[in-house]
């Protein structure tokens, strides 16, 4: 019997959100910020899950090839019965590979709402709904209907969630997008700073600091006259 988190992990390194990249307002040094979020850089936080059992586990794989064999809407089907029928795990891994096709197909609304519906999973890991409330941001991010996301984000980067780091490199971003130059280049030097935290994420915020405009020097004091 397969461990589910081997599975886990190995899901997570296949499933990768697309960058963003955005151009800044009059006032800024023109630059283009790409802000990817490899999943597959980081491992679920204090997450564990019991062996699952083999039926699951051999259901899921016979999906993922169905996948990987271009045959999707079979891949729909198998992945529909598994989130039924399955184990908590296998049914979020399964919500998470639905998403990832629903989206390769176009239909963001679609991944948007399977991530929702993940989210909202009371049954569930907390960090794996954690997981699935950042994916519902990372589709949204560039919707300006799309409602309060740094509330959303600020929660989501609170000390010891689990996925902190990834919610700071959203909110930085946003932080660039409206404008708020100074408060993102801390949040990003932070992170880079930060040795907890993984190094490519560490090298990606410094890069993303490097593309915005250096601090305005201070005012050189003005000499007083002799009197």
């Keep these: ?11 997570m390194r296949h499933h990768q959100l697309m960058g963003l990249w955005k151009k800044y307002g009059p006032g800024m040094i023109a630059a283009l910020v790409l ?7 980081y491992q679920f936080w204090q997450y564990r899950v019991e062996v699952g059992s083999a039926r699951d586990s051999e259901a899921f794989g016979k999906a993922v ?19 039924k029928d399955g ?3 296998y049914s979020f891994l ?5 998403a990832d096709i629903l989206f390769a197909r176009g239909d963001r609304d679609g991944a948007v709402k399977t991530y929702e519906r993940l989210a909202a999973d009371g049954g ?28 959303q984000l600020e929660e989501l980067a609170a000390p010891g969630a689990a996925w902190a780091p990834m919610a700071e490199e959203f909110l930085a971003l946003l ?15 932070r992170l880079a700073a930060n040795a907890d935290v993984g190094q490519s994420m560490r ?3 410094k890069e993303l600091a490097d593309t915005l405009p250096a601090p305005a020097p201070a005012p050189a004091p003005t000499a007083s006259k002799p009197q």
Excluded: C, H, W
């Excluded at 019997?1 to 899901?11: L, R």
């Excluded at 802000?35 to 850089?41: D, E, S």
């Design 35 to 41: 802000l990817v979020v490899a999943i597959g850089a």
């Design 124 to 151: 569930a890991d907390k960090s794996l709904r954690q997981y699935a409330k950042l994916q519902v941001i990372a589709l949204q991010i560039d919707n300006p209907k799309a409602g309060d996301l740094k509330g």
């Design 94 to 98: 399964a919500g998470m590979r639905e």
């Design 203 to 205: 090298n990606r915020a």
């Design 87 to 89: 184990s908590k795990g």
């Design 1 to 11: 019997m397969a461990d589910i988190f081997d599975e886990v992990s190995e899901d």
């Design 65 to 83: 090839a169905l996948i990987e064999a271009g045959k999707q809407d079979e891949a729909l089907k198998s992945l529909t019965e598994i989130q």
């Design 175 to 189: 932080e660039i997008r409206s404008g708020e130059v100074k408060a993102a280049r801390e949040r990003l030097d």
